[in-house]
């Protein structure tokens, strides 16, 4: 009986401690894109503008960009502009340094690409902007 006990015990805390999640956010750390939120980087990334949850789209954007153009310009691009179209993610490359990721997507009745481009910062998936803020995901 303590066999199955101590057996059911390891069991069960190698399960629930298989689950790693960030403690601080209760976000899951993925450093896979195409696994990222279930359904890939780019509609977990849809999903926290559609819903204006711009903490964790900035969270989510990469320290390069950050520098570059700092997290209020960043927050205040993801406001103002409208990500209302679904993604669906058509290919992934990479060059060894990014992630490249295309999307497919329907705009007004027409199937356009968008591409998005991907670093991993300490186990995280984070978006790397354009040099022109405008161009991201035209």
Do not use: H
């Not at 303590?2 to 403690?23: E, M, P, W, Y």
């Not at 195409?34 to 503008?49: D, R």
């Not at 340094?97 to 670093?119: A, H, L, P, W």
Request: proline share 2%; charged share 25%.
């Amino acid at each position: 009986m303590k066999k199955v006990i101590l057996i059911l015990i390891a069991t069960l805390s190698l399960t629930f401690g298989s689950f790693a999640q960030n403690k601080d956010s209760g976000v899951p750390s993925v450093n896979n894109p195409a696994l990222f939120g279930g359904k890939g980087f780019g509609s977990a990334f849809m999903g926290f503008l559609r819903s204006s949850n711009f903490d964790y789209a900035v969270r989510f954007t990469s320290k390069e960009s950050i520098e570059k153009y700092g997290e209020d310009k960043i927050r205040e691009f993801y406001k103002s502009e409208k990500f209302n179209f679904n993604l669906k993610q058509a290919s992934m490359s990479s060059d060894g340094k990014y992630v490249n990721i295309r999307s497919t997507t329907y705009e007004f009745g027409t199937g356009k690409f968008k591409d998005f481009k991907i670093s991993i910062e300490n186990g995280e998936c984070k978006l790397v902007l354009p040099d022109n803020l405008k161009d991201f995901l035209k």
